[in-house]
C-alpha cells in the first residue's frame, strides 16, 4: 500500500486554509481527493464549494474523523487542521492504516512541555514504523533549498554561512514572537537541516532577538567534516511593504522566492539570484508528489531533528 506512481486516494483534514492548496496539488498530481475533514457542517458545506471552484472535487465531507476513515479508508491522510490538533489526527490516521502527511510543526500544543510534545513526536515515528506506513511533514522550503543550491552548485561547495529570512502578514495577529517562530522557523530552519543533515547546533553561540512580532536566532552549526556553518534565522509578521519575504541566502548569495500563475492557472516558482531568475515546480507540488511516489521529503528523523530544534529554542526565548 502506498507505494509507486498509481492514483492515491486522500483525505484532507482541515481545508480552510494551507489545506484548500493542497487539495488541488493531489489532484494535479492525480490523486483521488476524496473526503474532507471539518469542525462544523457548515464549514464543511462551504470548504467543499471552495474546492469545487479549484478543481472537480466530487469527495465527500465529515465532521468526524472515525467516520471518514471508516467510510473512505484513503491511502494517504494529508493533515492541515490547527496545528494543536495534529498529534491527535496523526495517530487516528495511522493507526487505522494510512499513510500521514503533517503540515508543520507536526506536534505542537503550548500547554504541554517540549519533553512532553517530543514523546508525542516520537510516539507518531514510531507507530508509523509499526504500522508499516510513510510519515512526512510538509515544510517545503526543505525542496526550495536543494533547488536553490542545485542552479549554482560552484558556489556552495564549502558551506560557510545560511541565512533564512521569512515574512508574512500578521492577518491580525497579536505581536507574539513565540507563535511567530512556531509558525515560521520550521521552514528555514528545515531548509539548512536538508543542506546538512549531519550538522549539529552549538547551543552556546546562540543568540536571539523576540520582540513584537519578529523571532530571529543567530548560532553556530557544527558538522562533522569540522567546518562551521553561520546559520540566521530571521521570522516575522507585518503589514508593511513587503509582506511577504521568502529568502534563502547561503554564502551571501540571495534566493528570492516569488511565485506566478502560468497559463493553465497552476502556481510556478520564479527565483530570483543576482544571476537571473530560474522558474520550477512549486516547492509543495513537488513535496506532495514525492509522498504520492513513496517518498517523504521530510521523513521521521529530520522531522523530529526541526521540532528539537524548534522547541529548544522556544525554551531559551521564554526563559527556560
Keep these: 500500500m502506498n507505494a509507486g ?20 496539488w493531489w489532484h494535479v498530481e492525480g490523486a483521488q481527493v476524496r473526503a474532507i475533514l471539518g469542525r462544523t457542517p457548515e464549514s464543511v458545506a462551504r470548504a467543499v464549494e471552495t474546492l469545487k471552484g479549484m478543481f472537480p472535487f466530487q469527495g465527500r465531507g465529515y465532521t468526524s474523523l472515525d467516520e471518514l476513515l471508516a467510510a473512505e479508508r484513503p491511502d494517504i491522510v494529508d493533515v492541515c487542521t490547527p496545528t494543536e490538533m495534529h498529534y491527535v489526527h496523526a495517530r487516528t490516521a495511522l493507526r487505522a492504516g494510512c499513510s500521514v502527511l503533517c503540515e508543520k510543526p507536526f506536534v505542537y500544543d503550548a500547554e504541554l512541555t517540549s519533553r512532553e510534545m517530543m514523546g508525542q513526536a516520537k510516539e507518531l515515528i514510531g507507530l508509523a514504523r509499526r504500522q508499516r506506513v510513510r510519515f512526512g511533514v510538509c515544510t517545503q522550503y526543505v ?15 564549502h558551506l560557510e ?12 495577529r497579536a505581536p ?28 552556546p553561540s546562540l543568540e536571539l532577538g523576540f520582540a513584537d512580532h519578529c523571532a530571529r536566532a543567530r548560532f553556530r552549526l557544527l558538522r562533522p567534516e569540522g567546518n562551521a556553518v553561520a546559520c540566521d534565522i530571521h521570522t516575522d509578521h507585518r503589514d508593511t511593504e513587503p509582506r511577504n519575504v521568502r529568502q534563502l541566502t547561503f554564502n551571501g548569495y540571495p534566493f528570492d522566492i516569488g511565485g506566478y500563475a502560468d497559463a493553465a ?10 544571476d537571473g531568475t530560474h522558474d520550477s515546480e512549486d516547492a509543495m507540488r513537488r513535496l506532495i508528489r514525492s509522498f504520492r511516489d513513496g517518498k517523504a521529503e521530510v521523513p521521521g528523523r529530520m522531522a523530529m531533528r526541526n521540532l528539537e530544534w524548534m522547541l529548544r529554542v522556544l525554551d531559551i526565548a521564554q526563559g527556560g
Design 143 to 157: 525542496v526550495a533549498a536543494r533547488t536553490c543550491l542545485a542552479i549554482c552548485p560552484e558556489r556552495f561547495r
Design 176 to 203: 507574539d514572537p513565540c507563535q511567530t517562530w512556531v509558525d515560521l522557523a520550521p521552514h528555514m530552519l528545515g531548509a539548512i537541516q536538508a543542506i546538512c543533515p549531519d550538522g549539529q547546533v552549538d547551543w
Design 265 to 274: 492557472g497552476l502556481f510556478q516558482v520564479r527565483i530570483t539570484t543576482p
Design 161 to 172: 554561512s545560511y541565512r533564512g529570512y521569512l515574512v508574512s502578514p500578521t492577518r491580525g
Design 5 to 24: 506512481s498509481e492514483s492515491r486516494s486522500v483525505a484532507i483534514l482541515g481545508t480552510a486554509g494551507i489545506g484548500k492548496h493542497h487539495a488541488k
